[in-house]
Nanobody, 127 residues
Framework: QVQLVESGGGLVQPGGSLRLSCAASGFTLDYYAIGWFRQAPGKEREGVSCISSGKNYTYYRDSVKGRFTISRDNAKNTMYLQMNSLKPEDTAIYYC????????????????????WGQGTQVTVSS
């Protein structure tokens, strides 16, 4: 069974940090671009950060740039999102996603482009 499973979410105070992990099973991430998306209550799912399969290119939405860092460890078949200086507006369910690619230097910011999705992990930033 092809699966992506997120972990690491939880409750954190403003200014705090959290690291999300996403473990893939049933397929290898070596030739997949990956992305992190989030969805707040009453809002549409939005792209947070993306990275190419070759780790050469990354994307961050403006609101998280400088605070979040996306990474991947293909040997462990796992992707990560390090979140620092968290703000209340970061509160959302965070999802990881993967898309098979031909090129190692491309990524995708549209949620409709992805083949596989995780179940989501809740991140709540509150004092």
């Amino acid at each position: 069974q092809v699966q992506l499973v997120e972990s690491g979410g939880g409750l954190v105070q403003p200014g705090g940090s959290l690291r999300l992990s996403c473990a893939a099973s049933g397929f290898t991430l070596d030739y997949y671009a990956i992305g992190w998306f989030r969805q707040a209550p009453g809002k549409e799912r939005e792209g947070v950060s993306c990275i190419s399969s070759g780790k050469n290119y990354t994307y961050y939405r403006d609101s998280v740039k400088g605070r979040f860092t996306i990474s991947r460890d293909n040997a462990k078949n796992t992707m990560y999102l390090q979140m620092n200086s968290l703000k209340p507006e970061d509160t959302a369910i965070y999802y990881c996603a993967a898309k098979g690619v031909r090129s190692s230097s491309v990524y995708y910011t549209s949620k409709g482009s992805y083949d596989y999705w995780g179940q989501g992990t809740q991140v709540t930033v509150s004092s």
